[in-house]
């Protein structure tokens, strides 16, 4: 597979540092908030992307973070901690919105199909880790104590802008908002690695430490969760665009002062969806969740597909009418796919050469939009339906767009007769009515003979205000 690496500006042949296994790692959401829709677009194409390693026969070991503390309104060591400022905003503590939003975090993965990483490290369950390897820096003579804070020196490193050949428009994302200068720090780009003195003294979490009572910096977590989980050579670190600076630049110098040799073979950052009035927002604007596309009638399966139809490299705007062209796209994809019956031999040569322009797209630096194409091709091959349904589930397995089960779900639904009665239910339905008939009737030993012919079926009748419905065993 070719990957564009961030670091070297180039696509580049995966290599895995050990062969057979991907060591990789993705930076958290910051719990504070639910998640916009351009936050769960990385998540969407990093998913993509472990699940096509699998399907290409690699062992993925992936672990992600949970920031619950340490990350400032500006990504720049300025600025109150996000998390204090949810807590406040809901009155309720830090770790109450920790929970809260991690699980609503969660929830929207599962909608959205996104597999949730087996190692999840919320950032406040490995202070002692930050600790460690801040200590270690501070005795390397990487960082110093100023002001109570200590900080990570940068001048200290050959190269510290290692993304810096980047492209205006990812530059543009990553310039700091507002940020004041810290007295304390010894060079312009120096960055926190634990803070005991903050303009916020209200902070509600703080741990000793060697160097007083406080709180991890945010680039910290990432570092020391990685180093741990996954050793001293990661293969890919993923992360959304605005991320490359100041945060992994910062993760690479602490990694790699304290391990003393490079860290990251690939880096995988996902540009930014927008809005059509710029940077999509959690506070301006529409705030655009998982949730609110529910809401209004998205099945969130097809905000998934509306972004595999772009490359992950190009900045995406949202709009409801390109949402709508995805989901009249996805319903007719479903559509077609629901024609097809599980009939005829398997033909093998027709799946192999169905695979390879599949994998050719997503070897190309995931190209999702043209794998996307190549389940047109399975449905317009002349080949059996057994073989198209195969392979259709077979790329959905890294595509995620419940292809297989959306198009039973339809023909299920065809099956249903005007009154909206499906062939499995309709006797079950007759027997019912018999039953409220006989009831109106005053017959109540037909009534109850009924009931008890419905209960050795394995159905149980609850009978409600609307009527008497039932639930099967
Ligand atoms: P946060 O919860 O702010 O830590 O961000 C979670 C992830 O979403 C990070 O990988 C960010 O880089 C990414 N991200 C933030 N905004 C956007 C956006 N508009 N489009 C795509 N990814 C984003
Ligand atoms: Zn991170």
Request: hydrophobic share 35%; glycine share 6%.
């Amino acid at each position: 597979m070719n990957l564009y690496n961030s670091l070297s500006h180039k696509k580049e042949e995966f290599i895995p540092y050990e062969k057979g296994v991907c060591r990789m790692y993705t930076c958290g959401p910051t719990v504070y908030h639910f998640a916009h829709i351009g936050n769960l677009r990385s998540y969407i194409m990093e998913d993509v992307l472990e699940k096509y390693l699998v399907y290409s026969g690699l062992r993925v070991d992936r672990v992600m973070n949970i920031t619950d503390v340490g990350h400032l309104s500006s990504d720049a060591d300025t600025g109150e901690d996000k998390m204090l400022k949810g807590a406040k905003r809901e009155h309720k503590t830090v770790m109450e919105i920790a929970k809260f939003y991690t699980d609503a975090f969660f929830a929207d993965c599962e909608k959205l199909n996104i597999k949730i990483p087996d190692t999840v490290v919320p950032a406040t369950s490995r202070i002692d880790d930050f600790i460690e390897l801040t200590q270690a820096l501070v005795d390397k003579g990487y960082a110093y104590v100023a002001g109570g804070n200590v900080y990570f020196d940068t001048s200290r490193l050959k190269e510290y802008y290692v993304f810096n050949k980047m492209e205006a428009e990812d530059l543009a994302v990553g310039v700091r908002e507002g940020v004041e200068e810290d007295e304390n720090k010894r060079n312009k780009t120096d960055f926190v690695l634990w803070f005991t003195k903050s303009k916020f003294d209200s902070q509600e979490l703080k741990w000793d430490s060697p160097w007083g009572v406080g709180y991890p910096g945010w680039h910290i977590e990432c570092s020391a969760i990685s180093i741990k989980e996954l050793g001293e050579h990661l293969d890919i670190h993923c992360g959304g665009i605005d991320n490359a600076f100041p945060h992994h630049t910062n993760e690479i110098a602490q990694s790699e002062a304290f391990l003393g040799h490079p860290w990251c073979n690939y880096w995988f950052h996902v540009l930014h969806l927008n809005t059509s009035s710029g940077k999509m927002s959690k506070s301006k604007g529409e705030f655009l969740t998982v949730s609110l596309l529910e809401e209004k009638g998205y099945n969130p399966i097809v905000y998934r597909f509306f972004c595999l139809q772009s490359h992950y490299r190009k900045s995406l705007v949202f709009s409801y009418e390109a949402l709508d062209n995805a989901k009249g796209a996805y319903n007719k994809l479903i559509a077609k796919i629901a024609t097809l019956s599980d009939e005829g031999e398997f033909d093998a040569a027709a799946a192999a050469k169905l695979r390879s322009s599949f994998a050719e797209a997503l070897d190309n630096d995931l190209n999702t939009s043209l794998a996307v194409t190549a389940l047109y091709d399975v449905l317009k091959e002349k080949t059996t339906g057994k073989t198209k349904l195969a392979l259709l589930a077979e790329f959905d397995s890294v595509l995620g767009l419940n292809l297989i089960s959306a198009s039973n779900a339809l023909n299920a639904e065809k099956e249903k007769d005007v009154n909206g009665i499906s062939p499995e239910d309709a006797p079950i339905i007759a027997l019912i009515n018999e039953r409220t008939e006989a009831k109106k009737a005053k017959n109540y030993a037909r009534a109850d003979e009924i009931r008890r012919e419905l209960s050795e079926m394995g159905i149980t009748l609850i009978d409600t205000a609307e009527g008497t419905k039932f639930e099967r065993a």
